[in-house]
Nanobody, 119 residues
Framework: QVQLVESGGGLVQAGGSLRLSCAAS????????IGWYRQAPGKQRESVAT???????TYASSVKGRFTISRDNAKNMVYLQMNSLKPEDTAVYYC?????????????WGQGTQVTVSS
């Protein structure tokens, strides 16, 4: 099992910055990819940024150049630095980990943290 706890959300003005943190615990050795998703009211959950576990990262086109994902394996932490925030970035942000155990890929989610960007 992997447990994920997000923090760092809040209210920020457009153009501002926030850094989200995701603390992983449990069977962290099994984690391969880990990243951030978000879900705005009335919209589907979407991928924002992923550390693929092979040295590569993937970003949604809407955040490329503004958001940066980073991973500290020694601390079992993943961060999302969000700059130049826009009102359309308002959403609940979730941390998601893909873990490899017993020949299967398991997915784990955190409880989410609210990010609100005011115009």
């Amino acid at each position: 099992q992997v447990q994920l706890v997000e923090s760092g959300g809040g209210l920020v003005q457009a153009g501002g910055s926030l850094r989200l943190s995701c603390a992983a615990s449990g069977s962290t050795f099994s984690i391969r990819a880990i990243g951030w998703y978000r879900q705005a009211p009335g919209k589907q959950r979407e991928s924002v940024a992923t550390d693929n576990g092979d040295g590569s990262t993937t970003y949604a086109s809407s955040v490329k150049g503004r958001f940066t994902i980073s991973r500290d394996n020694a601390k079992n932490m993943v961060y999302l630095q969000m700059n130049s925030l826009k009102p359309e970035d308002t959403a609940v942000y979730y941390c998601k980990a893909s873990a490899r155990r017993y020949g299967s890929t398991l997915e784990y989610w955190g409880q989410g943290t609210q990010v609100t960007v005011s115009s």
